[in-house]
């Protein structure tokens, strides 16, 4: 009996965790959190909801790790951004992967953090707050790498960084709201341009 057990326990999963994960993505990023439903969701990953539960929690649960996910991936760019050696050179590169992003070719117009959160309903009210969380926490750590930018010189003394990050982040998250209206990669770049025209400089 105990031997019997111990095989079962020790069964690899019959399905890929990453590429279930990656499905489970798709269905967020195109219907929202609240308009993803759990059948709609396991018929994507192709899995049962017995193993869904057992893998990854419940739907909130599902819905973090595929937070995660985007964050690492789709939304890596952010993290490439605040690498850039110049502060001009770090907003060009956030808004010029928030336009990639938001038109791949795989047709995912929009942004998962804007579009999952919308609407929200008291029962969905903590995804509603992390996502909220997670957009906030990025303005604060581009104003903090503007803060530095300052500090070194590469932005005017009088330059604010909170409102410069605010500003960014603002165009950073409406270029989806864009792309899901319909403007595609070119027209989206120039609305880049355009912003990338009026970045203050140093006398």
């Known amino acids: 009996m105990s031997g019997s057990r111990s095989t ?9 965790i990453e ?16 308009g993803s439903s759990l059948t709609g969701l396991t018929a ?6 017995t193993s869904m539960y057992a ?13 995660q996910r985007y964050t690492d991936g789709p939304a890596g760019y ?9 502060a001009r050179a770090a907003a060009e590169a956030l808004l010029r992967g928030s336009v990639r992003t938001s038109t791949l070719p795989e047709g995912f117009a929009g942004c998962l953090t804007i579009q999952a959160a919308l609407p929200a309903c008291d029962e969905n009210r903590p995804v509603h707050d ?14 903090q790498r503007f803060g530095r930018a300052v500090e070194e010189g590469d932005l005017p003394g009088d330059a604010d960084p909170r409102r410069l990050a605010r500003y ?3 165009l950073a998250f409406g270029i989806p709201v864009h792309a899901a209206n319909g403007l ?7 609305i880049v341009d355009q912003a990338m025209l009026f970045w203050p400089g140093v006398s």
């Open 8 to 16: 079962v326990m020790g069964r690899p999963r019959g399905f890929d």
């Open 19 to 34: 590429e279930a994960l990656e499905r489970a993505m798709r269905v967020f990023w195109e219907q929202g959190y609240e």
């Open 44 to 49: 994507a990953m192709g899995i049962t909801k």
């Open 55 to 67: 893998a990854f929690g419940n739907k909130e649960q599902l819905f973090r790790k595929v937070l």
């Open 78 to 86: 952010f993290e490439d951004a605040l690498a850039q050696p110049t």
């Open 130 to 143: 992390a996502l909220v969380q997670f957009r906030n926490d990025a303005v604060g750590r581009l104003e």
């Open 168 to 170: 960014v982040m603002a």
């Open 184 to 190: 595609g990669r070119a027209e989206l770049d120039e």
